[in-house]
């Protein structure tokens, strides 16, 4: 399988690569945004900024592949609010021209969506269930995945992602997040609570409580499954059972023998709340996934075994190796 990816310096996309590379029949196209890496990769890398519509047709006709797998995002909510018409060529507009480069190619289209589609205020949502986001990001995300339906002849999975925490494999380190009122806190939770210092979890106002937190690496091998599946429509590729932010922060406590009395759930930063002004935060989402597992033939992992195949991955990355690439630390 001949497979372009975008956002292959990301958190998920990194963990594509290695899935990919470890199965040894997949020829990778990895776009590249940023600078070079600083050691030798063995697949192909294309110079692209997906806001660039002429450049994203010109890589797919140039590559031909049979599956691009879009990755890559702008996740910076404060920016993305206040440069709407930056974030909206490369989210909406970079998303259209990789679904109708896919079209003319012939290539099956997987686009990485989030589970702020949704408003955070319904008890229960399904592949089915309608969007209704609260912030830009969201209806960004949202505008995209009704883009995608709507290409003729488009072969397409939309995989849906959350609160992802994990190892990303391009960067020499683990990729250590900072506190959040979203849910992608668990990176931040294991590195306070490893060095023995307090990790404060905001409990609102103005937080996503609550969440399908997702480990990278299980979620894509969801979105590698989905690749290679031939069925349209929209995937729910995250961990498979909810907790809120402190659950979460005591499940890590518990699988890492950390200490919980240092878990302090506190109010919300009123400095992250003021940065945060014009940005709303879905509260809590909950959600049914079984038609996923049951047309993908997997169940992603739920909280616990997450977190310790997490804490499995962490250890071999942490492994010292006579040679000092993450690409060779990382096993790959
Ligand atoms: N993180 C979460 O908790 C979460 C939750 C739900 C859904 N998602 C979705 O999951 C996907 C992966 O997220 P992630 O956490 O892996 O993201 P990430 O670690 O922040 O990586 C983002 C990637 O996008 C690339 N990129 C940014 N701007 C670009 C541009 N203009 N053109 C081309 N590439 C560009 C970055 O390249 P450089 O490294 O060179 O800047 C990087 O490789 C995204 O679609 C995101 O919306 C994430």
Same mark, same amino acid.
């Given at each position: 399988?001949?497979?372009?990816?975008?956002?292959?310096?990301?958190?998920?996309?990194?963990?594509?690569?290695? +899935? #990919?590379?470890? !199965? *040894?029949?997949?020829?990778?196209? %990895?776009?590249?945004?940023?600078?070079?890496?600083? =050691?030798?990769? $063995?697949?192909?890398?294309?110079?692209?900024?997906?806001?660039?519509?002429?450049?994203?047709?010109?890589?797919?006709?140039?590559?031909?592949?049979?599956?691009?797998?879009?990755?890559?995002?702008?996740?910076?909510?404060?920016?993305?609010?206040?440069?709407?018409?930056?974030?909206?060529?490369?989210?909406?507009?970079?998303? +259209? #021209?990789?679904? !109708? *480069?896919?079209?003319?190619?012939? %290539?099956?289209?997987?686009?990485?969506?989030?589970? =702020?589609?949704? $408003?955070?205020?319904?008890?229960?949502?399904?592949?089915?269930?309608?969007?209704?986001?609260?912030?830009?990001?969201?209806?960004?995300?949202?505008?995209?995945?009704?883009?995608?339906?709507?290409?003729?002849?488009?072969?397409?999975?939309?995989?849906?992602?959350?609160?992802?925490?994990?190892?990303?494999?391009?960067?020499?380190?683990?990729?250590?997040?900072?506190?959040?009122?979203?849910?992608?806190?668990?990176?931040?939770?294991?590195?306070?609570?490893?060095?023995?210092?307090?990790?404060?979890?905001?409990?609102?106002?103005?937080?996503?409580?609550?969440?399908?937190?997702?480990?990278?690496?299980?979620?894509?091998?969801?979105?590698?499954?989905?690749?290679?599946?031939?069925?349209?429509?929209?995937?729910?590729?995250?961990?498979?059972?909810?907790?809120?932010?402190?659950?979460?922060?005591?499940?890590?406590?518990?699988?890492?023998?950390?200490?919980?009395?240092?878990?302090?759930?506190?109010?919300?930063?009123?400095?992250?709340?003021?940065?945060?002004?014009?940005?709303?935060?879905?509260?809590?989402?909950?959600?049914?996934?079984?038609?996923?597992?049951?047309?993908?033939?997997?169940?992603?992992?739920?909280?616990?075994?997450?977190?310790?195949?997490?804490?499995?991955?962490?250890?071999?990355?942490?492994?010292?190796?006579?040679?000092?690439?993450?690409?060779?630390?990382?096993?790959?």
């Amino acid at each position: 399988m001949r497979l372009y990816l975008t956002g292959g310096t990301g958190l998920v996309g990194s963990n594509i690569i290695r +899935l #990919a590379r470890r !199965r *040894g029949d997949i020829d990778i196209i %990895a776009s590249q945004y940023g600078p070079e890496p600083e =050691w030798e990769v $063995d697949y192909q890398l294309d110079p692209l900024d997906m806001s660039d519509v002429d450049a994203v047709r010109a890589s797919m006709l140039r590559y031909r592949p049979d599956v691009v797998i879009h990755c890559a995002a702008m996740l910076d909510h404060v920016y993305m609010t206040a440069n709407r018409s930056i974030a909206w060529r490369a989210t909406v507009e970079g998303n +259209l #021209a990789f679904a !109708r *480069g896919c079209a003319e190619v012939g %290539a099956r289209y997987i686009f990485v969506s989030s589970d =702020w589609v949704f $408003d955070g205020q319904e008890p229960l949502v399904t592949e089915e269930s309608p969007p209704n986001p609260v912030n830009f990001y969201g209806f960004m995300k949202a505008v995209c995945e009704r883009d995608i339906m709507a290409v003729p002849g488009l072969s397409y999975g939309i995989g849906r992602m959350a609160g992802i925490y994990g190892l990303n494999y391009a960067i020499p380190e683990l990729l250590m997040k900072d506190n959040h009122l979203g849910f992608p806190i668990t990176n931040y939770i294991i590195d306070r609570l490893s060095q023995g210092l307090i990790a404060e979890v905001w409990t609102g106002p103005k937080v996503n409580d609550m969440a399908h937190a997702s480990l990278a690496s299980d979620g894509a091998e969801m979105l590698l499954r989905l690749a290679e599946h031939d069925g349209k429509g929209i995937f729910h590729c995250w961990g498979s059972e909810a907790a809120t932010r402190l659950q979460l922060a005591h499940h890590v406590a518990d699988v890492f023998d950390f200490d919980h009395a240092l878990i302090v759930p506190v109010p919300t930063d009123p400095n992250v709340l003021e940065h945060f002004r014009h940005v709303r935060i879905p509260f809590r989402t909950v959600a049914n996934s079984e038609q996923t597992y049951r047309l993908l033939g997997r169940r992603t992992l739920n909280v616990v075994d997450g977190l310790r195949a997490f804490k499995q991955e962490l250890e071999a990355f942490r492994t010292p190796t006579p040679n000092p690439s993450p690409i060779k630390r990382a096993g790959l």
